[in-house]
């Protein structure tokens, strides 16, 4: 059985960008049942479920997704390439001039040590991709891109802007904080369209128990509203602090691990100065390992440094509380576009604020997270001595503890800062204004002033007395976003099995798609999927 849809003569070209599905055969087959014809695939090539599907489809093109990051493409693609005559030209250079920064900050995230990835690598990364995504684009007629996530490495987001140069329909999910559901979006910087249109359409929208019951818990003190993420993120880091648990758990990894310790990992991480296509430039296991216990001592080392920075807030003084973002990450790398450069919103924040004001900047808790069997965190990336130091030169600008209450901090302050952080949702939640710099999914929930200049800063801080925040209104905001997004099913294995999650995040994305094309927000002319 496939979906409950009208099925078309007519079927789409179409390219899927996705990765770390365990049932992959069943995801694209059920997608396959649609009008989709799924030409152009970009996963991770050695799941077994894949190649079955791989199988059924012999005209299927199916690019690796560590070799995409490393700019490295299918002989197929390369061969066909090399007889076309295409070249980078004037127009597309230009069209590209506004998301460079993202782009060669994207290219961070995977520079492992800070100085393994030249400026010359990265902007030859970048022309070859643009180059060669275009030339899939065009040759193999794609008339519809669909990616799995918000695009935060360089390939896939010059993928979503290549689209948008060559009129291709492109979507891509967003996932809804402090809930389980999820929508589509069509562009990087207004993902909050969808919702604006819908409540244009639905004034007569009333507020939900659930909803209220959310609003509830973010007013309630910050032990019951602390994040589920946060939460498991303490308890890990308390077991992996501990040298016995993590030889314990290098134990048991070893069997699996032994087998493979002189393979290529797949992990977009460089780590040599050699050029990212050559396969000797990421690492084998062994040296992955070397490098979690390199990583591991850089951020033990930096909470140390910035340990030794904080003071006691002062919570009866005037100030703004900036809240930093874990990096790195697409929260920061592209949704707040230049912002994701933290340094810059403090030093905008310090010029702006009235002589009597302090700036208090807390850090993420998460940049001290150590990298563990289960999870790479990469908060040594984005943090050294010399950034906290940057910070700390700051007459007016004060670092307090990254564990000290949010809340605290929040409800004391006269404007709450981040880049397109949660912290400020929390804030007009609990009364207090926000200042996002960068987009967020709750910018326009009423409440938060979004930052783009200088000039933009001074006239929020300036009007922040006169910030009115009506509840009820950002209550029924965050319920418009639950009414246009829909219940998003996560790979739960207490909650579904491998085969129905596959089916069933088909669905999703299915009718997800043709909820944007019914909004008129993808142009889908050929009709609903």
């Not at 012999?58 to 997704?65: A, F, P, T």
């Not at 314990?248 to 069997?255: D, N, S, T």
Request: glycine share 4%; hydrophobic share 35%; net charge neutral.
């Amino acid at each position: 059985m496939g979906f409950d849809l009208k099925m078309q003569t007519v079927k789409y070209r179409a390219l899927v960008y996705s990765h770390d599905l365990k049932c992959d055969d069943i995801f694209f087959t059920e997608l396959e049942k649609t009008n989709l014809d799924i030409n152009y695939l970009i996963a991770n090539e050695n799941t077994q479920t894949l190649k079955k599907f791989t199988e059924l489809k012999k005209d299927l093109v199916v690019h690796e997704l560590y070799d995409l990051r490393r700019g490295v493409f299918p002989e197929e693609v390369e061969e066909f390439f090399k007889k076309s005559k295409d070249a980078i030209d004037y127009k597309i250079l230009q069209y590209f001039e506004p998301h460079y920064f993202d782009l060669l900050l994207e290219c961070s995230r995977i520079d492992g040590t800070g100085f393994a990835f030249s400026f010359e690598q990265r902007w030859e990364l970048i022309k070859e991709l643009i180059l060669k995504l275009q030339f899939v684009l065009k040759y193999y007629q794609i008339e519809l891109v669909i990616i799995k996530h918000v695009p935060h490495f360089p390939s896939e987001h010059i993928l979503f802007y290549l689209c948008k140069f060559l009129n291709i329909p492109v979507t891509f999910r967003v996932e809804i904080s402090g809930s389980r559901n999820a929508y589509y979006a069509t562009g990087i910087m207004e993902k909050h369209l969808p919702l604006n249109m819908y409540m244009d359409s639905h004034p007569e929208l009333v507020s939900i128990p659930d909803n209220d019951k959310y609003f509830d818990q973010i007013q309630s003190n910050y032990d019951v509203a602390i994040p589920a993420e946060i939460k498991q993120q303490r308890s890990s880091k308390e077991k992996n602090s501990n040298p016995i648990n993590l030889l314990k758990q290098f134990l048991l990894r070893l069997p699996g691990l032994s087998k493979k310790l002189f393979e290529n990992t797949k992990i977009t991480i460089k780590v040599k100065s050699l050029p990212f296509k050559d396969p000797k430039s990421g690492m084998k296991y062994w040296q992955l390992i070397y490098y979690f216990i390199k990583a591991r001592r850089k951020i033990k080392s930096n909470q140390k440094i910035y340990e030794s920075m904080v003071i006691a807030p002062d919570l009866k003084s005037k100030y703004i509380f900036f809240s930093s973002s874990y990096q790195p990450e697409r929260t920061t790398c592209p949704d707040s576009g230049y912002y994701g450069d933290l340094l810059l919103i403090v030093d905008m924040l310090s010029r702006s604020i009235p002589k009597d004001w302090i700036v208090y900047y807390k850090e993420h808790p998460t940049n001290f997270m150590p990298p563990d069997s289960e999870h790479f965190y990469r908060g040594h990336m984005f943090r050294s001595k010399e950034f906290f130091e940057k910070l700390n030169s700051y007459e007016n600008v004060k670092l307090v503890s990254f564990t000290h209450d949010n809340f605290e901090l929040i409800d004391n302050a006269q404007a709450v800062a981040s880049a397109t952080g949660t912290t400020s949702w929390e804030a007009v939640i609990r009364g207090v204004p926000g200042l996002i710099f960068g987009n967020a999914w709750f910018e326009g929930c009423g409440g938060t002033q979004t930052i783009r200049n200088q000039e933009d800063l001074v006239k929020a801080i300036a009007n922040i007395k006169n910030n009115k925040i009506d509840l009820e209104k950002i209550k029924l905001y965050r319920q418009s976003f639950l009414e246009v997004s829909r219940f998003c099913p996560t790979e739960d294995k207490h909650m579904y099995s491998q085969e129905d999650y596959a089916k069933k995040f088909a669905e999703f994305v299915v009718k997800t798609i043709n909820e944007l094309s019914d909004m008129n927000l993808l142009d889908l002319k050929k009709g609903p999927l």
